[in-house]
């Protein structure tokens, strides 16, 4: 975001009737527009990424709870076979 407006800026510093801008000001401009481009690859990578952590996460929570409702079932099992030898 600050790129782009640091570009908004270094264009508006132009004259509409200057037609041919000194190189450093066309290397600043390729120079902002490449940072711009590469902001925008990184930010749909990390999406990517940042979907496969989510979904590890959740996973990761669905392992934990699988393993204390299976301990939970066992220790409900066990009561009730103690019942049932009770009686």
């Known amino acids: 975001m ?4 640091f570009y908004s800026e270094v264009q508006s510093m132009i004259t509409p ?14 120079l902002i527009e490449s ?7 990184l930010e749909i990578i990390w999406g990517k990424r ?8 959740q996973i990761k929570y669905f392992e934990i709870y699988s393993r204390e ?11 009730e076979f103690c019942v049932k030898l009770m009686y």
């Open 17 to 30: 009737n200057d037609k041919t801008p000194s190189p450093q000001y066309t290397n600043l401009l390729n």
């Open 35 to 41: 940072i711009r481009k590469k902001t925008n690859e």
């Open 50 to 57: 940042r979907l496969r952590v989510e979904l590890f996460v």
């Open 69 to 79: 409702v299976c301990i939970i079932i066992n220790i409900i099992n066990q009561i």
């Open 2 to 5: 600050f790129f782009f407006l």
